[in-house]
């Protein structure tokens, strides 16, 4: 048996049965908890006049989502906290921030792993004037949803005198549409998985206007096949325009079906721990899913219109996955597939145009360039390893029982082609010890090999000594086993030159 509970919202497309109340509703107080609330009961509602029930000044602090990778499919309520509803780059606002509370709400608080609404808030003052202020977030604290309000300065509505005031309120459409058809998205495709074996541990979207690809976390990586599999069994489903709804329970409310008692049970551990004394909804897709969730969700799968899963990291031929521990599987759906398909489009054509082919052909060709790639590190390293033998052929050809060598090309400037020389200097002369230092850019490389430890160590402890002088701190490393390496910070000059030199000169007496 299912309840209505009065007032009845505004008529919008969504069936009468999407929201399905299965306990009396008689005793629900006028002020809406969530749960309750008018986004959750009709999805497509835009905007409500309701009445304020209370207002206070805010904190200014930026909020931050919290927990948004911690979230598992089936979690049923939200954090007290969410993402900020200010774009990157956007401009500081003006004015005071106020938090409001109204009896009822088209406006959603983060919950669900969904990100919070934005949208409007309309009072009037005494003499009717219609006055709009900026709801910049909505939040969750305990059961109530507290609606962030900016306030300019100078405004003639006084917010600590607005409680009992009609006001309206109207949710920013193309955010909401976004979250919710990515959120009933994530739902569809974790139920397709789910049913393969693979369960979602956790999920995440980015706010919009973000075209980023939300997730789900699996057990294991996906081949190619499987992800594309995935992707058609949605979509049909999606073409099916299979019915979403709503049942709504009270928490704490002891289950007497003995199968579902362990399921209760988990959905509880979910919640958080101040949501108490609340209700419980799980959302439904025709004959694919059922699972607890506050968010809000699209009255039947035809909102999503187009459900995306990217190409997995695994070889696209490959038959098995390339990761067996947690991975991430991305998705689009609704009007974030269609941005991310512009945005992949126009960066299918840079990328041709930057290897001057067409975007049909790019493949082949990043292929042949890779592989010409490929084949020239090869060269380049066997060319390498024949130059720092022959640089450590000609360091052992000196007489001296230390040796050193400097470099100062680019090519040659990294620790391996140092020790390559030293290799092969240790290697014709065991007993005796070579320095190497390499001064391109900024830092300047410095190497001491030797098979006698004690000689090498010493001979790097005096170095280290010399250049760095006074700034202990500018040359950083360390060894064992008679090789030793630092990193010199700063310009190589003709005081790093003298000091090594007369370094050098020491330990030859």
Same mark, same amino acid.
Request: contains cysteine; glycine residues 8%.
């Given at each position: ?24 509703? #008689? ?6 908890? @969530?749960?309750?609330?008018? +986004? ?6 835009? #905007? ?12 200014? *602090? ?8 911690? /979230?598992?499919?089936?979690? #049923? ?12 780059? *956007? ?5 005071? !921030?106020?938090? @409001? $509370?109204? $009896? ?27 006055? $709009?202020?900026? &709801? ?12 962030? @309000? ?41 139920? &397709? ?40 069994? +949605? ?17 704490? &409310? ?33 004959? @694919? ?24 990291? %695994? ?46 052909? !790019? ?7 890779? *592989?010409?790639?490929?084949?020239? *590190? ?29 470099? #100062? ?5 990294? =620790?391996? =082609? ?6 092969? =200097? &240790? ?22 090999? %030797? ?5 090498? /160590? ?37 005081? $790093? ?13």
């Amino acid at each position: 048996m299912t309840y209505d509970l009065p007032p009845a919202l505004p008529a919008t497309a969504t069936p009468a049965d999407y929201s399905r109340i299965h306990f009396d509703p #008689s005793e629900v107080p006028a002020k809406r908890i @969530v749960g309750l609330l008018a +986004c959750q009961r009709d999805p497509l509602l835009r #905007s409500l006049t309701s009445r304020v029930v209370v207002t206070r000044p805010a904190c200014d *602090a930026p909020l931050a989502q919290k927990g948004r990778d911690r /979230k598992k499919k089936g979690s #049923s309520e939200a954090s007290s906290a969410a993402t900020s509803a200010a774009p990157s780059g *956007a401009a500081t606002p003006t004015g005071k !921030l106020w938090e @409001v $509370e109204l $009896e009822d709400t088209v406006i959603f608080p983060e919950g669900g792993g969904q990100p919070w609404d934005t949208g409007v808030l309309r009072v009037h003052d005494a003499n009717g004037g219609e006055h $709009e202020f900026a &709801v910049e977030a909505c939040i969750r604290r305990g059961l109530d949803a507290v609606h962030r @309000v900016r306030v300019p300065d100078g405004s003639a509505i006084d917010f600590a005198q607005l409680a009992g005031a009609a006001a309206t309120a109207e949710v920013h459409w193309d955010r909401r549409l976004d979250h919710m058809v990515t959120h009933t998205a994530q739902h569809l495709l974790s139920a &397709v998985l789910d049913a393969k074996g693979l369960p979602t541990l956790s999920w995440g979207m980015g706010q919009y206007p973000s075209i980023d690809a939300p997730y789900v976390e699996l057990p294991r990586g996906l081949t190619w096949a499987e992800a594309q599999a995935a992707e058609e069994e +949605c979509n049909a489903h999606i073409r099916a325009g299979l019915k979403v709804w709503i049942d709504v329970t009270m928490q704490g &409310v002891a289950e007497t079906d003995e199968e579902r008692k362990a399921e209760v049970e988990r959905e509880f551990r979910a919640i958080p721990k101040d949501y108490t004394g609340g209700v419980i909804r799980h959302c439904n897709i025709t004959g @694919v899913d059922r699972n607890a969730c506050c968010g809000t969700q699209c009255p039947d799968l035809t909102h999503i219109s187009f459900l995306h899963v990217l190409p997995p990291s %695994s070889p696209h031929a490959a038959t098995t996955p390339s990761s067996t521990t947690p991975t991430r599987l991305y998705f689009v759906a609704g009007t974030r597939a269609i941005g991310h398909l512009q945005h992949a489009s126009r960066e299918l054509s840079r990328a041709g145009q930057a290897v001057n082919v067409g975007r049909n052909d !790019l493949f082949e060709r990043i292929s042949k360039i890779e *592989a010409n790639r490929f084949e020239q *590190a090869e060269a380049g390293k066997a060319m390498k390893g024949e130059l720092a033998r022959m640089v450590g052929d000609a360091a052992a050809a000196q007489t001296q029982p230390v040796v050193h060598v400097h470099r #100062s090309e680019k090519a040659t400037h990294d =620790f391996d =082609f140092l020790g390559s020389v030293a290799a092969s =200097f &240790v290697d014709a002369r065991p007993s005796d010890t070579i320095v190497l230092t390499s001064a391109v850019s900024p830092p300047a490389l410095l190497l001491v090999q %030797s098979k006698d430890n004690d000689r090498a /160590k010493a001979a790097f402890d005096a170095l280290k000594a010399a250049l760095a002088g006074d700034d202990k701190a500018r040359v950083k490393g360390g060894g064992a086993r008679g090789r030793y390496m630092a990193k010199v910070e700063g310009k190589w000059g003709k005081a $790093e030159a003298e000091a090594v030199a007369r370094v050098l000169e020491e330990l030859k007496a």
